[in-house]
């Protein structure tokens, strides 16, 4: 990240910016920084002004306590201004969440782009949510950053033996770093289940995309945040995971962003 802007709490927010165009800001979701949306923002900036940043509490961001959901709508709202008061949002997973939500809030948005928002649409899944809630309050309170990763990494699917290949693997001890982050997208996804009239709030083109080879409730999920706001689309991207390729994406939503 070669640019810092500053959040309206003074939390100094690292970004880049590349690219010449309509701007468009990049949001990345939990466990990761700007870097992990860069390869993305890269294939865009044929098109766009693009810029991609560390979330605050994360990379080379700064924090300010107590967190709020509200902060990250600000440190948003300092990306839009440095991109030249009106931008585009794309987020990922709960990153998608936290652009719907600056965009329900207000902030000068053009279109939003989410890919696979996981909200949790039964029942059973929110409980789980519930829990997952507590247990990462409780880890971060007692300073068990590994542990806490782990339950992210449970709550996402990854079965065992990956979890603790994971541990052992050299990212772990960068995991680790930014696992306090977790809480953060933990309140971006205000308890799992899906904000209806927020979301019925937001004026904007909305466009969720998720992989056809994502699980079901994902690609539902995905689908219900279409469906709750007045402008939505819905897609899927033949072949793709959560883990989407950059190259089959970034054509999607340059068409999107270009209208």
Known sequence: MDK????????????ARTGQ?????????????GGTVAPLGGLLAQHFT?????RRGRGESGDTAPYAVEREV?????????AGGEASLYGISSGGALALEAAAGGLPVRRVAVYETPYALEEEALQERAEY???????LAQGRHGDAVELFLR??????????RARQSPMWAGMEAIAPSLAYDDAVMGGGRLPGERLASVRVPVFAV???ESPRWLREATRAVAEAVPRGTYRTLEGQTHMVDPNVLA????????Q
């Open 4 to 15: 810092k802007t500053i959040s309206r709490d003074g939390t100094e927010l690292a970004y």
């Open 21 to 33: 165009g309509p701007a468009v800001v990049l949001v990345s979701g939990a466990m990761s920084t």
């Open 50 to 54: 693009v810029l991609w940043y560390d």
């Open 74 to 82: 600000e440190d948003l709202a300092a990306l839009i201004d440095a």
């Open 133 to 139: 809630s507590e247990r990462l309050g409780e880890a």
């Open 155 to 164: 709550l996402t699917g990854l079965a065992e033996e990956m979890i603790q």
């Open 210 to 212: 998720a992989g056809e």
């Open 251 to 258: 054509p999607v939503l340059a068409e999107f962003f270009g």
